[in-house]
């Protein structure tokens, strides 16, 4: 319907046109010649109307089709199989390990080391052995459970090992529910209910289009696999289970997994109201001891000969392989820092040298590696995340004060307008040289007002818990009412000022002497501009806040995703804004000066107030995060370019690749990299990080005991 409704309204508009064409240009009564320049206005406000309305109607979303939907779930499918599987579950360590000590595959390296009891809350249990898969057990808790165990006791694994299955089952069977995995870490940033929450995950980084997310999560056709809940930070773990909960109570027929640590989903305040419960249960001496047993490990061997307290720390998957790499050469004692505290610590620290002694890069020196990966690793934890994607890097990272820090964003506003004083003066320049300077000048003080009042700095845009998300449901009426009457405000005082500014300089310097005619026309011409420009830039940061960024396809490191959309969308409207603008200066400015000269000025006008918001909203993060990211390689905190180091840590076993983003390996290696970082930072500056770190969940735990 509401497309026949767009196909009319052209239809109608097209006539208008023409018989508004006709009166322009056609000979009538002379009594109608006073009023015959109306006509041309007119016929511009047509053009404009039509163009929106094609505009709204290419915009509009187009159902897919049964082909169209049958060629999106191959494409999940795949992507799902490749982003998971392939890169992450045939490359666990417990697989690298074996291939980088030249074990060869035996009949029991089809099954993990570990063992799996699995209970249901109406009495069943169960057990995972060679004769079972994981999707088997999956269905005999009907489908709804969570993994728990201990750090590095292989829950992703597990959850990993049931997808596969899983994507086998859909590939056979078209009506099979489509299986994919979501790290729940990224939930926290928003804490949307869960269905949407899926449909950004699906959109962001799978790719596949918003619309048809939709209708697969609201038909239970997705079904998700939910990976740390562990993850998410502890201010927002209880909200978290209860937004699963509250899908499951909604969609109790569409099937769903949980991860999380043991300990963690103990301390839930309500646990999900799931039918199963699977856990992994902890290494025994037998287990360890036929690991060990195997060719290949010799100097795992003779590092637990020479060091009993090794056999503690052989208490899950995670650390046999760990140990495995890191004990790969029996005659090299290696080098482990003496500021590791604990024998984990000396571990981890020891499986660091020894694959970066493995897999030297001529680029990167060890000590550089080890720094970048430290400085990541701590970006990571102080937003609770534990995807690592380009978006995310911003002034905070840098080592300097803070009172210091952000003189690339003071920069980059100041090198955006200087950008735009060329173009704006040589336009101006050509339309007259008194009133088009006094009107690029109006628009460049305009692009300094953005720049001040209303600007997205890198900061703000990668910011993964906004201060606004941390206020209880009950406020946000309130203070959605507040900011649109002070943003009201803002804009009327604004433009006025803007309007009696230009109206008033191009009054006095009009062609052929002071006029206030010129002067009321021109400055309400601005005046009009100036409020367009204004609410077009809210709108703009509003709507870009929301929608998720485009997966990266491609290795171009800048711009990143999220500003490649930002520039997307503002030169897709670039025209469309441009021609508004110019079709509300024209009206006033011909009342004022005639068709010939407002022609000229709608022309600088419209197309000088779409070239400032373009570069308010995108031209100016993009200057800015070039500049932040060659202050961080100067203070050597992250290279740059940054895609070929992160591939480096990947064929060291530290990180892997997740679609667009990157995961550190385990989150324990995460946390030995963030003490790292922690560790070499000077005291007054991790003083500094802890008070703010605490002030954050001071300030969070308030809202929560908050009354709703």
Not at 425 to 447: F, I, Q, S, Y
Not at 526 to 544: C, E, M, N, P, R
Request: charged letters at 20%; proline letters at 6%.
């Amino acid at each position: 319907m509401r497309r026949v409704v767009m196909v009319g309204l052209s239809v109608v508009v097209v006539a208008l046109l023409g018989v508004a064409t006709n009166v322009a240009t056609g000979a009538l009564p002379a009594r109608w010649s006073p009023y015959l320049w109306l006509a041309w206005p007119l016929v511009l406000l047509l053009v404009a109307v039509l163009v929106l309305i094609e505009v709204q109607r290419g915009r509009e979303p187009r159902r897919a089709g049964p082909a169209g939907a049958a060629r999106a779930r191959r494409v999940l499918l795949e992507r799902v199989r490749r982003y998971w599987v392939t890169s992450v579950l045939d490359r666990s360590l417990h697989e690298e390990a074996r291939i980088e000590l030249g074990i060869a595959a035996t009949a029991e390296d089809r099954r993990h080391p570990w063992s799996l009891r699995a209970s249901h809350r109406d009495g069943f249990t169960g057990s995972l052995d060679d004769r079972t898969s994981m999707s088997a057990l999956f269905d005999q808790l009907d489908q709804a459970v969570v993994i728990v165990g201990a750090p590095g006791a292989g829950k992703t694994t597990t959850l990993l090992e049931l997808a596969r299955d899983l994507l086998d089952r859909a590939d056979h069977d078209p009506d099979a529910p489509i299986p994919a995995v979501f790290n729940l870490s990224s939930w926290a940033t928003l804490r949307r209910p869960l269905d949407r929450w899926l449909v950004e995950q699906l959109t962001e980084r799978y790719g596949i289009p918003a619309g048809q997310a939709a209708t697969w999560v609201a038909a239970g056709e997705i079904l998700p696999l939910l990976d740390g809940l562990d993850e998410v930070g502890e201010q927002h773990r209880d909200e978290c289970a209860e937004a699963i909960a509250a899908f499951h109570q909604r969609q109790p027929l569409t099937p769903l997994a949980v991860c999380c640590r043991e300990a963690e989903y103990a301390r839930l305040r309500s646990a999900p109201p799931l039918y199963g419960t699977v856990a992994i249960q902890p290494l025994d001496r037998s287990q360890i001891g036929r690991y060990v047993d195997r060719p290949g490990l010799a100097g795992l061997r003779a590092a637990l000969d020479a060091d009993p307290e090794l056999w503690q720390l052989a208490d899950s998957p995670l650390m046999l392989s760990i140990m495995a790499l890191a004990y790969a050469d029996p005659g090299d004692a290696g080098t482990t820092p003496s500021s590791a505290r604990s024998g984990r610590e000396r571990l981890f620290a020891r499986y660091v040298d020894t694959m970066l002694r493995r897999r030297p890069h001529p680029r990167y020196r060890p000590e550089q590696t080890t720094g970048h990966l430290a400085t990541l690793a701590r970006a990571l934890r102080l937003r609770d995340q534990t995807v690592f994607v380009l978006d995310l890097i911003d002034e905070s990272w840098s080592a300097r004060r803070p009172a210091t820090r952000w003189t690339s964003t003071v920069l980059a506003r100041l090198l955006g307008c200087a950008a735009l004083a060329v173009p704006l003066g040589a336009a101006g320049w050509a339309l007259g040289r008194a009133t088009g300077l006094v009107v690029a000048g109006g628009l460049l003080g305009l692009a300094v007002l953005m720049h001040t009042v209303n600007y997205d700095d890198l900061f703000e845009l990668t910011s993964s818990i906004r201060a606004r998300d941390d206020r209880p449901p009950g406020s946000w009426a309130a203070a959605w009412t507040a900011s649109v009457a002070e943003l009201e405000r803002l804009i009327l005082v604004s433009a006025l000022v803007a309007g009696t500014a230009v109206g008033g300089f191009t009054g006095w310097f009009a062609a052929g002497g002071p006029s206030w005619t010129a002067g009321l026309g021109y400055g309400g011409a601005f005046f009009l501009a100036t409020v367009v420009a204004l609410v077009g830039l809210d709108s703009a940061q509003v709507l870009l806040h929301f929608r998720p960024p485009p997966p990266r396809t491609d290795r171009r490191e800048l711009p990143s995703p999220l500003l490649r959309q930002r520039l997307t969308v503002m030169a897709a409207d670039f025209a469309t804004l441009g021609l508004s603008v110019a079709v509300l200066g024209f009206v006033p400015a011909a009342l004022a000066r005639g068709t010939a000269e407002a022609l000229s000025f709608a022309v600088l006008l419209g197309g000088g107030t779409a070239l400032v918001l373009f570069t308010v909203v995108a031209f100016t993060p993009m200057i800015e995060q070039a500049l932040v990211r060659r202050r961080l390689a100067r203070e050597d905190l992250v290279p740059h370019p940054l895609l070929p180091f992160l591939d480096h840590a990947v064929q060291c076993l530290f990180l892997r690749q997740v679609g667009d983003g990157y995961i550190f390996v385990h989150r324990e290696l995460l946390d030995h990299f963030a003490g790292r970082a922690e560790a070499a930072m000077p005291l007054p500056q991790l003083r500094a990080a802890g008070r703010s770190r605490r002030a954050e969940l001071r300030g969070a735990q308030e809202v929560r005991d908050a009354p709703r």
